[in-house]
């Protein structure tokens, strides 16, 4: 899945990643996901990119960010790579 030069406004989640939870198909892993040359604008309650908090029980493999602005936010957690 590609997601490309998009413009984003949201008052939830610009782009999230979830797994398991609302798709139907029982064996399906979320993979090969790139975003890139988007712009994100976001407000409460939440982020402008997240993968995490609907991960329920499947794999999520290969989520690419690439050349994309964050131009507002207003509430942000910062995870740091290890």
């Known amino acids: 899945m590609a997601i490309r030069d998009c413009f984003f406004r949201n008052s939830d989640d610009c782009v999230a990643t979830m797994s398991g939870k609302w798709d139907m198909d029982e064996t399906g892993v979320m993979e090969d996901i790139t975003v890139e ?5 976001n407000d409460l309650p939440g982020n402008a990119m997240e993968i ?15 050349d994309c602005d964050i131009i507002h936010v207003l509430f942000a957690t910062v995870v740091q790579q290890r």
């Open 37 to 41: 040359r988007c712009v994100f604008w």
């Open 52 to 66: 995490g908090f609907g991960l329920n029980n499947r794999p999520v493999k290969s989520v690419h960010f690439r």
